[in-house]
Nanobody, 116 residues
């Protein structure tokens, strides 16, 4: 089992930055950030490999968001810049199962609200 705890959400003005953190209870492999806005399905935002050298982003956040990780701290980050009101959502951290290579472990979510 892996427990994931997110932090760093909050209210920010459009154009501003925000950094999310997610700390795992133990070593993890592939990790990612997802988000879900009211009335919408959950969507993938960014993913990162165990080594941190392979990342992938949703088109809507490319060039604005950066995912990174510090394996010594079992922590993954999401640096969000140039935030837009449409980025408002609950953001979830997720970790892959080493058995299935699918996202299996989820955090409780942290609210990000971007005001215009």
């Amino acid at each position: 089992q892996v427990q994931l705890v997110e932090s760093g959400g909050g209210l920010v003005q459009a154009g501003g930055p925000l950094r999310l953190s997610c700390t795992a209870s133990r070593r993890t492999y592939g990790m990612g950030w997802f988000r879900q806005a009211p009335g919408k399905e959950r969507e993938r935002v960014a993913t990162v490999s165990w080594s941190g050298d392979i990342t992938d982003y949703a088109d809507s956040v490319k060039g604005r968001f950066t995912i990174s990780r510090d394996n010594a701290k079992n922590t993954v980050y999401l640096q969000m810049n140039s935030l837009k009101p449409e980025d408002t959502a609950v953001y979830y951290c997720a970790a892959k199962s080493v058995v299935t290579n699918a996202f299996h472990y989820w955090g409780q979510g942290t609210q990000v609200t971007v005001s215009s």
